[in-house]
């Protein structure tokens, strides 16, 4: 987990040019995931509103329950680094498909981005969007416990 620098302004952060960016350092931070038992890594960059980024990537343990998926690795990042309020999620695996966020990933993202976009994109370029209130239709939210 990791927060990582980026000076893109406003007006460059809703381009290409910047999603590139975002793919390529989700893919770096993918190659330091630790993925010894599934053998599927992922890597995630969290976006902020403010644009500045943070960063995760999966990390298995010998006792599964243990282990914490790249999306969260990237929200306790940003968190850390006093980010609360996010506009774009970007995912990199090696998968044949693009793969939207587990469900306990899902549920951790909804408490601070409920219609959060999300890019999944694979090392052979396939590319899946959605955003987080298609993937989690009905979440369990502060709201909730009210």
């Given at each position: 987990m990791t927060a990582i620098a980026h000076d893109g302004s406003a007006s460059e952060r809703d381009g290409g040019a910047e999603l590139a960016e975002l793919r390529a350092a989700a893919f770096a931070v993918m190659e330091r995931a630790y993925a010894p038992y599934s053998r599927?890594?992922?890597g995630a960059v969290l976006r902020a509103t403010t644009g500045e980024l943070a960063a995760g990537c999966n990390v298995e343990n010998a006792?599964?329950?243990a282990s914490i998926c790249a999306e969260r690795g990237a929200i306790m990042?940003?968190?850390?680094?006093g980010l609360r309020s996010f506009d774009l999620l970007v995912l990199a695996t090696e998968a044949?498909?693009?793969t939207p966020p587990c469900g306990q990933c899902r549920q951790v993202l909804v408490e601070f981005a409920p219609a959060l976009p999300i890019v999944s994109v694979t090392r052979s370029g396939?590319?899946?969007r959605w955003t987080l209130?298609?993937?989690?239709?009905?979440p369990f939210t502060p709201a909730s416990l009210g």
């Open positions: 599927f890594r992922v006792a599964y329950p990042a940003a968190l850390a680094a044949d498909k693009p396939r590319e899946a209130a298609e993937l989690l239709p009905h």
